[in-house]
């Protein structure tokens, strides 16, 4: 038992000294994607168009022409982000104070507030960013031919893409790893704020 708990505080300790990106399993950033000890990723970003106004035949067929584009490479991941701010704890944090609050006046700017946070969440409810992250070799993550030879034969099939850049895929990695879509800024280097702060 003591040997356990001792390899347990252990790795919590090698934990504490590994930077974001160690945590994360990510070596580098690079121009369209990021390194990792399993293999280079590029990023697309496909801006989705308003499915709502689409036949259900044109949906099935650019779903249909994605597929059979990305069938061959080796490996795919999509991702559907969420790109909006979430609003849940100010609305439950209104909520409660309407429940406390007995003053009349105070109550109704408790409920604009409220209902103006419920108008803001639904009118960026299709805030989702659509990602594909495309496995390549390091020589195809170097090229930016390839890589634009790739997004071009997606954007050849009606499908609204471009390739990510370095400050993207630092949001977007915020928005996956923290659920937080207001990060203005991401570090290069784990600490680099702090340390710019104190001089």
Do not use: C
Not at 31 to 46: C, K, Q, R
Not at 70 to 77: A, G
Not at 169 to 198: P, Q
Request: glycine share 4%.
């Amino acid at each position: 038992m003591k040997s356990i708990l001792a390899w347990l505080a252990g790795r919590e300790s090698r934990r504490q000294q590994q930077s974001t990106r160690q945590l994360m399993g990510i070596t580098r950033i690079t121009e369209h994607g990021v390194s990792t000890s399993n293999g280079d990723y590029v990023f697309f970003l496909i801006r989705p168009d308003n499915l709502s106004v689409l036949s259900e035949e044109a949906i099935r067929q650019r779903v249909g022409n994605l597929s059979s584009l990305l069938s061959n490479r080796d490996e795919v991941t999509l991702m559907a982000l969420d790109s909006r701010a979430s609003f849940q704890n100010n609305k439950l944090f209104y909520q409660a104070r309407l429940e406390e609050e007995t003053e009349p006046a105070i109550r109704r700017l408790l409920q604009v507030d409220l209902e103006q946070l419920h108008e803001i969440q639904t009118s960026s409810a299709s805030k989702r960013e659509f990602v594909i992250a495309l496995r390549v070799t390091s020589k195809e993550s170097d090229d930016p031919v390839v890589l634009h030879q790739m997004e071009k034969s997606i954007s050849n099939e009606n499908i609204p893409v471009r390739l990510a850049e370095r400050a993207d895929i630092k949001r977007l990695l915020s928005v996956y790893y923290l659920n937080d879509a207001a990060v203005t800024t991401v570090e290069d280097v784990d600490g680099e704020m702090a340390v710019k702060r104190s001089g």
